[in-house]
């Protein structure tokens, strides 16, 4: 083959490749142009969380979302009758033409008054539109369509108070007996800023509802109380009721705390302290912080609680003990003759003899069996609508969740665990997190006059 043709072949060849690699830019140039310019995720969001009750304030939070090349619009609007409402309306400026608006995230958060819109109370639709930065759809981006049919609720539940008279004394219990109109509110006692849950069940019509409350002991600044129904559009109604608050006084109690209670019962705790060793700084971490932990780590099971009356009658006492301490008891810790600390007791305890059988104060099911802190083993039994029993510093238990017990049923033996002095029985009542005093449930006498001629009046409406 002569020179010159074998130079004609090359060029031909290098031609060819650069056919080749031009068509592969171009390819490549495409697939970047329809995976980054085209790019067909839809933007993401919900409205799921809103809820189908809109009244007036109430508070509506929308997330939207774009894997993409960003949002490029946002737009919310509200369908009511004939009109149509913009709610929100957000565009996002492009940072280039291959770079999108790079606005990934986004949230509508706003107050829906219907009020000031001008609207009754209606059926109503929420439209929500959203696009992103894509070339899709003629360039106008991927889109992203929702809507929720709502129903806009300005007025309030109603509250009808059915029980009359309130007497409470501070540490101890009430009940408050009252009919709500609408099913789905959330309902029950406000005593300052603590709510206590209203429970229906009592009687089949679930428009009446009994709620249980409770006075903190000290009763600090004269807290008001009253009824609370807020519906699912967050219309709110505050009902008052008449009350009075008796006064109460409550014992206070030094207690000396010697090496050998500290060497005895500190190594039983594993808490967060700087120097392990140091037990009086142990003991006042345990008396304080850990406390407060135990309390709540108790109660905690109120939060979840039959629907249905299970106790009967007077609560009972031990069988043979004696009151060793009683409720909200200011105690008064020494060392070495120097006040270290001090601390409120809530509850009773009680003394018998070494493991003694301790009895179920009454009906009820068993919502807890464990070992908490300072209370030691302990059995919680929940009693129906919010009401409690506690028996703590336990040596055994005779029972476990979920068993349903009768009043005077042996559930377990007295001991000392936790930070038990000597073999006893501490007894405590709560509702709704708030300890109570005992010593009122266990008077028949207050049963009836503060609880049950309630009830019975509420037994009439069935």
Request: hydrophobic residues 40%; charged residues 25%; glycine residues 8%.
């Amino acid at each position: 083959m002569s020179r010159r043709n074998l130079g004609k072949k090359s060029k031909g060849s290098f031609k060819k490749i650069w056919l080749i690699l031009l068509s592969l830019i171009l390819v490549a140039l495409v697939v970047f142009v329809y995976i980054f310019l085209f790019e067909g995720k839809k933007p993401v969001a919900s409205l799921e969380e809103i809820s189908t009750s809109m009244g007036n304030n109430t508070k509506i939070v929308i997330p939207v979302t774009d894997e993409g090349r960003g949002l490029k619009e946002v737009h919310l609007y509200l369908n009511a009758g004939e009109r149509e409402i913009l709610l929100e309306k957000k565009i996002f400026k492009p940072k280039g033409f291959l770079k999108g608006t790079g606005e990934n995230s986004y949230e509508i958060e706003l107050q829906f008054n219907p009020r000031e819109l001008g609207l009754a109370d209606c059926m109503a639709t929420l439209r929500l539109l959203v696009r992103d930065s894509s070339f899709r759809d003629f360039f106008k981006g991927n889109k992203l369509y929702l809507q929720k049919d709502v129903i806009i609720d300005t007025t309030p539940p109603n509250i009808s108070l059915i029980s009359r008279q309130h007497y409470i004394t501070p540490g101890g219990a009430g009940l408050v007996c009252y009919k709500v109109s609408e099913l789905d509110s959330k309902d029950g006692v406000m005593v300052g800023e603590e709510f206590f849950p209203g429970y229906s069940g009592f009687i089949k019509d679930p428009h009446y509802k009994i709620a249980f409350f409770a006075l903190d002991h000290r009763n600090e600044n004269n807290k008001p109380l009253y009824i609370v129904a807020v519906d699912r559009a967050g219309n709110e109604k505050k009902a008052g009721f008449p009350y009075y608050i008796r006064n109460a006084s409550f014992r206070q109690d030094r207690i000396n705390i010697s090496d050998n209670f500290l060497a005895w019962k500190m190594p039983e705790f594993n808490v967060p302290v700087d120097n392990p060793d140091d037990l009086v700084k142990k003991f006042l971490y345990v008396n304080n912080d850990y406390r407060v932990q135990n309390s709540d780590e108790l109660t905690k099971v109120s939060e979840s609680t039959e629907h249905k009356k299970m106790w009967s009658g007077e609560f009972i006492q031990m069988g043979g003990s004696a009151k060793r301490a009683g409720f909200a008891d200011h105690r008064f810790y020494y060392y070495k003759n120097k006040k270290i600390d001090d601390a409120f007791h809530m509850g009773l305890d009680l003394a018998s003899v070494s493991n003694a059988p301790v009895p179920a104060s009454n009906n009820g099911i068993v919502a807890d069996v464990k070992s908490i802190g300072i209370y030691g083993l302990t059995v919680t039994i929940d009693h129906g609508f919010g009401l409690f029993s506690c028996y703590s510093h336990l040596s055994q238990a005779d029972v476990k969740k979920g068993d349903m017990v009768e009043k005077g049923q042996i559930i377990g033996r007295t001991g000392t665990s936790g930070m038990a002095v000597g073999d006893h029985l501490h007894f405590g009542m709560f509702i709704n997190k708030r300890f109570v005093d005992p010593i009122e449930w266990l008077d028949s006498n207050w049963i009836k006059n503060n609880i049950t001629s309630k009830l019975d009046l509420v037994l009439t409406y069935q």
